[in-house]
C-alpha cells in the first residue's frame, strides 16, 4: 500500500500503528540492550575483550548494510509480506543468539537478525506516512519518534535488569513475546499491496556500498585501539571506506536502475533532511556515550544510580516529542527545529561547566534539556525532509534516513571517544610539567606538601590521580564545547528547507 488515496479511510489505523512502533523499539532496542551483558558473555565463550565486541560491531555493521536496499526489496517482493518476514526472521534469530554455545555462533547469529532487523525502523516509518494524512502526519511521527528515542536509552537499563536477575541469554529470549505480538499485529490489520516498480537489483551498487559501510564501522571500531592512522590497518580500512562511497556515488549517478535513486536528491528539503538527521545521530549518541563515563568514573556513581539518573533524559524527549505530534499542525516545523537545536547548544552549555561534584540537581536539568530537544528535532525534520518527497520514494527515503541516522550515531561516538581520551592525555603531559619538586605551591609546609610531595612515592600517586581528573575535567568541557559548534551547519541546513504553502494551509484548517 502506498500513496495518497490510501491515507484518507485505513481501518484498524491506532493497531497498525502500535506494532509499528513495537517493531521499531525491537530493533533499535537490540542495539545497546547487548552492552551490560557483555562481560558475561565473554566469560560464557571464553572470549578477549576485542572478541567479545564482535558482538555488538557485527549486528550494527549488518543493520547498517543492509538497510540501503530496503527500498528495492519493498517494490520488488511488497511491504506487507517483506515487513512480516523481517520481523519472523528477527525474532527467529534472536532465539538463536540466546541458544549460541559459542562466540563463532553468536557472531553469525547476530549478523543474521542485523540482517532481518535492518528493514523495521524504514518499514515502519514508511507505512506510518503511508497511513496518516498530511495533516496528522507530525502525529504520526512523533509517536513512532518515542520508540526511536526511547530504544537505545532503555537497552542498557533493561539488558542489566534481565542479566543480573536471570541470565545474559534473557536479553535475547525477551524478544518473542514481542516480536510475535508485532507480528500478528500485521499480519491481520496492515492492508496488503504492492509498489510495481519492477527492476533488477543493482549488485555492483550494493557490493561496493556495502564495502565502503563495513570497512568504515571497522576504522571506527578499532580506531581508537590501534592508534588510528599511525596502524596500518586503519589506514587500509580507510582506503576501502573511501573507495567504497566513492565508487558508489559514481555508479549511483550513472547507472540506470542504481539502488538508490538519485532523484531522492533532487528535493531540497529531503537532501537536507537526510543531513540533518545525521548530524541528530552524532548528537544523540555521542553525548550518551560521554555521560555515562563521565557519571561512573569522574562522579563515581554506581552503575545503577547511573542509569537512574540519565533517565530523565528519556523523560524529556518523550514530553517533547509527544508534544511536538500536536505542535507541528499549528506551528512551523522549521522554529521547532530552531528550538531544538538552541535548547541542544544550552544543555551541552551546562555540561561543560561541570565538576565531579556537580549536584544531582544540575545534572537532571541538563539532561532533561538534552532530552526535550532531540524530541524537538527528531518529529520536525523528519516531517520537513518527507512533506515534498512523492510517496512512490517513501520506503527508500526512510532506509536512507535509517543508514545516516545508524552512520552519524556510529561517527558521534568513534570521534568523541578518541577526543576525549587523546585530550585527556595531552592536557594529562600540560598540566603534569608543571608539577615539579620546583613548583612553590609544593613547597609550602604543611600537611599540602607531607602529602603531595612528588618526591615521595605515596605523593607522586595522589599527584598524578589529581591530574588526570582535571585533564578529564577539561577534556570533557572542550568536547561539550566543540559539540556547540557542530550545531552550526545544522542551522545552515535548515535554513535550506521549505513548507508547501498547501500543506501548512491544510495544518492550519
Known sequence: MSGEADQTDVPHRGMITACAILATVLQLLDQTIANVALPYMQGSFSASFDE?????????????????????????????????????????????????????????????????????????????LDIYPPERRGFAMAVWGVGVMLGPIMGPTVGGWLTETYDWRYVFYINLPFGILAAAGLMIFLPGGREHRPQRFDWLGFSVLAIGIGALQLMLDRGLDQ?????????????????????????????????????????????????????????????????????????????????????PRGLGSCVTTLATGRLASRVDARLLVAIGLVMLSYSYFLMSRWTPDVSQHEIIIAIIIQGGAMGLL????????????PASMRTEGAALFSLLRNLGAAI????????????????HEMIGGSVTPFNRALQVAGPIHRWLDPASRHGAALLDRIIQEQAQIVSYADIYLALIMATVPAWLLLFLMRMPRKVVGAAAE
Open 378 to 389: 527528531f518529529t520536525p525534520i523528519q516531517i520537513l525532509a518527507f512533506v515534498t518527497l
Open 52 to 128: 567479545i565486541t564482535w558482538v555488538l560491531t557485527s549486528y550494527i555493521t549488518a543493520s547498517a548494510i543492509m538497510t540501503a536496499p530496503v527500498g528495492w526489496l519493498a517494490a520488488r517482493y511488497g511491504r506487507k509480506p517483506l515487513y512480516i518476514a523481517c520481523i519472523i526472521g528477527f525474532t527467529a534469530t534472536s532465539m538463536l543468539c540466546g541458544a549460541a554455545q559459542s562466540l563463532g555462533q553468536m557472531v553469525v547469529f547476530r549478523i543474521l537478525q542485523g540482517v532481518f532487523g535492518a528493514a523495521l525502523v524504514p518499514l515502519s516509518q514508511a507505512t506510518l
Open 412 to 427: 558521534g561516538v568513534s570521534i568523541a571517544s578518541s577526543m576525549l581520551a587523546r585530550n585527556a592525555q595531552a592536557l
Open 227 to 311: 592508534d588510528w592512522f599511525s596502524s596500518r590497518e586503519i589506514v587500509t580500512e580507510a582506503v576501502f571506506a573511501g573507495l567504497g562511497f566513492y565508487l558508489f556515488l559514481v555508479h549511483a549517478a550513472s547507472a540506470p536502475q542504481p539502488l538508490i535513486r538519485p532523484a531522492l536528491f533532487r528535493d531540497l528539503n529531503f537532501t537536507s533532511g537526510v543531513l540533518l538527521m545525521f548530524m541528530v545521530g552524532i548528537f544523540m549518541v555521542s553525548s550518551l556515550a560521554l555521560m555515562t563515563p563521565w557519571l561512573q568514573i569522574l562522579s563515581q556513581y554506581p552503575v545503577e544510580a547511573a542509569g537512574l539518573i540519565m533517565a
